[in-house]
């Protein structure tokens, strides 16, 4: 498997007890956070973001996380 560059990302380091919060959602200026995750909801808001927390205790149970729950449309938006 080919190793993945992230040169050129803003990278943000993880401690082991916050791992399942790095799946994080950006839409736009917002973020939809795991609720619980004080260091990583301080990181995120520290870039500037606005932090939307969501309660995942129940998808967590499952390894369910925020970007495998997402769906994200190609194109302009407009209603559905």
């Known amino acids: 498997m080919a190793k993945v560059k992230l040169d050129g ?3 943000t380091v993880m401690t082991p007890d916050e791992e399942y919060y790095a799946d994080c959602v950006r839409v736009n200026d917002r973020v939809f956070v795991a609720a619980g995750c004080e260091q990583t909801k301080g990181k995120v808001i520290e ?3 606005e932090v ?3 309660e995942m205790s129940e998808f967590r149970k499952v ?5 495998s729950l997402s769906l994200r449309l190609a194109g ?3 209603p559905l």
Not at 63 to 67: H, I, K, P, W, Y
């Open 9 to 11: 990302f803003d990278k």
């Open 47 to 49: 870039r500037g973001y």
């Open 63 to 67: 390894d369910g996380g925020l970007s």
């Open 76 to 78: 302009t938006a407009r």
């Open 52 to 54: 939307i927390e969501l």
